[in-house]
C-alpha cells in the first residue's frame, strides 16, 4: 500500500506541473475566478453520511456502504415497472467515469495536494481528483445501472486511467522525438494522468462480472470510453477480459434486434432477461468498431452536447401531459465533472454537475441516462419518482387497500380503499417520471 501511495503521489504531481503550465496557459487565467466548490462540496457531504467499513485512509471499502432500505425498495419498484418498455424509453441511473473512487485509490491524496498549493501561496487552491467515492460494486449495489469504462494503455499494461488529455504542444514535441529517434513510442499526450498505479482494465472487468452473476434479474450498461490513441489498438485486450467477465449474459447488437419487437428498435429488459442476456456493452469514439460484434454504437447524447450545464427543464415546469417531450423521444443523456485543480482546472464551471436539484428535473423529465459524479445514496433520494417518503406504509397487496398518486407531490402511498376520493387520481405525468404506466384506475 505504501508503494502504491508514493507512486499515486508522484503521478499526481507530475500530472499537476503539467496541468500548470500548460492548460493555465491555454485556458487563460480567468478560470480562477470560477468557484464550484459549493456544489461539490454538496456531493461530498452527501458521501459522508454513508456508514461503511473503512480502509486505514478512511475510506469505504468494497461492498460495505450500506443505505436506506427504503432507496433500494423505491429505485426497484422504478425499475420494475420499466421492465416492458424498449430500451430506449429505459431510464437507467449511471455513473461517470465509475472506476475513479477513492475506495480504489485513486484521488486518495487530494487533500495533500491541496495544503501542498496552499503552501506555495496559491490560494484559492481546491482538489478535487477522484469522481467517486465508491466502488463500482457499491455503487452497483444501491442503485446504479450504467458503469462507464476509461481504457487507457499505458506503462505496458491495459489500465483503467482517467487521462485522455489532448495538448497540441506536447504531442508536437512527442512527435519531433520520434522523427530523432526513429521510433515510435506510442504515447500521447493522451496518457497524461496515468500512472503505473492505475488499477489493471482486467480487475475492473471482473468486478463487474462478479455483480452480474450475483444479480442475474438485473440489467446493466458498461460504457467502453476510449480511441485508437487511449488503449494504442489493444483491442483484444480491451474485449477479452469483459467476454471473460460476462460470457454469453452479453447482448449482441444482431441478437438485440431479433429480440425488438418493434423492426429496427430496442428489446426490453425483460426481453433481454428472458433470453438470458443481462449486459449491454456500448462504445464511444468510434469504439465499438472492436469485439467483433458485442459492441452496440453509443447511443446517448454525446460530448460536449451531454454537459450537464445544457440540460434545461425547460417547459418541464408545467404539469401538463406534453411536457418534457424533447427529452422523453430520445436517448438523452447529461454527465457532469466533478473533477477540480483550481485555480487551474474547474470542471463543474465547463461542463457542470449534477447535484440533487438537477437530477430531480432530469428524472422529473424523463432523461434516459443521467451520469453522476460523486454518487451516493443519498444523491439517489432525488431519482425517486414512485413512493413517497416512508410508503408503502401497509401492504400494497392486502385486501382493502389501494396504491394512490397523490395530486400534490407526484408520489405513491398505500391507503385503505374506503378512505379514497376522486381527488385522489388527479395526475401530473411530468412529476411522475418516465411514464411507464400510461394510465391509472383507482379500484375502491
Keep these: 500500500l505504501a508503494f502504491r501511495k508514493m507512486f499515486a503521489l508522484h503521478r499526481t504531481l507530475a500530472v499537476m506541473a503539467v496541468l500548470v503550465t500548460v492548460d493555465f496557459v491555454v485556458r487563460g487565467s480567468d478560470i480562477r475566478n470560477r468557484n464550484s466548490t459549493v456544489e461539490i462540496n454538496r456531493l461530498l457531504n452527501l458521501t459522508s453520511m454513508v456508514q461503511c467499513k473503512r480502509n486505514p485512509l478512511g475510506h469505504c471499502k468494497r461492498g460495505t456502504v450500506t443505505y436506506d432500505p427504503w432507496i433500494d425498495y423505491a429505485l426497484s419498484t422504478q425499475r420494475f415497472i420499466q421492465m416492458n ?13 465509475s472506476f475513479n473512487n ?7 491524496h ?14 484559492p487552491a481546491y482538489i478535487n481528483l477522484a469522481q467517486q467515492e465508491f466502488t463500482m460494486t457499491d455503487t452497483l449495489n444501491f442503485g446504479i445501472r450504467s458503469i462507464q469504462l476509461d481504457a487507457q494503455w499505458c506503462f505496458g499494461k491495459l489500465r483503467l486511467a482517467h487521462a485522455g488529455n489532448y495538448y497540441k504542444r506536447l504531442d508536437s514535441v512527442i512527435r519531433a522525438i520520434e522523427v530523432l529517434t526513429r521510433r515510435h513510442l506510442n504515447v500521447s499526450s493522451r496518457q497524461l494522468g496515468c500512472s503505473p498505479t ?12 462478479a455483480w452480474v452473476t450475483a444479480h442475474p434479474g438485473d440489467v ?26 460476462f460470457g454469453d449474459r452479453i447482448l449482441r447488437p444482431a441478437e438485440a ?18 433470453a438470458g442476456r443481462s449486459v449491454l456493452i456500448f462504445g464511444s469514439n ?13 447511443p446517448y447524447t454525446r460530448y460536449p452536447e451531454n454537459f450537464a450545464r445544457r440540460f434545461s427543464p425547460g417547459p418541464c415546469n408545467r404539469p401538463t401531459i406534453q411536457c418534457c417531450d424533447h427529452y422523453a423521444r430520445s436517448m438523452s443523456g447529461f454527465s457532469g465533472e466533478s473533477m477540480m485543480i483550481r485555480p487551474f482546472y474547474d470542471g463543474p464551471a465547463e461542463m457542470g454537475v449534477v447535484t440533487p436539484d438537477v437530477l430531480e428535473a432530469m428524472t422529473a423529465c424523463n432523461v434516459k441516462l443521467p451520469a453522476l459524479d460523486l454518487a451516493s445514496p443519498e444523491l439517489l433520494r432525488s431519482a425517486v419518482w414512485s413512493w413517497a417518503p416512508g410508503e408503502p406504509a401497509l401492504d400494497p397487496r392486502a385486501p382493502g387497500t ?6 400534490d407531490t407526484g408520489r405513491w402511498r398505500v391507503l385503505p380503499a374506503s378512505s379514497l376520493s376522486p381527488a385522489a387520481a388527479q395526475l401530473r405525468p411530468c412529476r411522475a417520471g418516465p411514464r411507464a404506466i400510461p394510465s391509472w384506475a383507482v379500484a375502491a
Design 102 to 108: 477513492r475506495g480504489d485509490n485513486y484521488g486518495i
Design 402 to 407: 389501494a396504491v394512490v398518486l397523490s395530486a
Design 286 to 298: 468510434n469504439y465499438s468498431t472492436y469485439g467483433g460484434g458485442y459492441v452496440f454504437q453509443y
Design 85 to 97: 418498455l424498449p430500451w430506449d424509453q429505459y431510464t437507467v441511473l449511471g455513473t461517470h467515469n
Design 220 to 245: 446493466i450498461a458498461v460504457t467502453i470510453n476510449s480511441d485508437p490513441l487511449w488503449d494504442w489498438r489493444h483491442g483484444r485486450e480491451v474485449m477479452d477480459p469483459l467476454l471473460e467477465a
Design 198 to 209: 492505475d488499477r489493471p482494465w482486467s480487475e475492473g472487468a471482473a468486478e463487474l462480472g
Design 257 to 274: 434486434w431479433r429480440l425488438a419487437t418493434t423492426p429496427g428498435g430496442w428489446p426490453s429488459a425483460r426481453d433481454m432477461l428472458r
Design 110 to 123: 487530494d487533500d495533500q495536494l491541496q495544503a501542498l498549493l496552499n503552501e506555495y501561496g496559491i490560494d
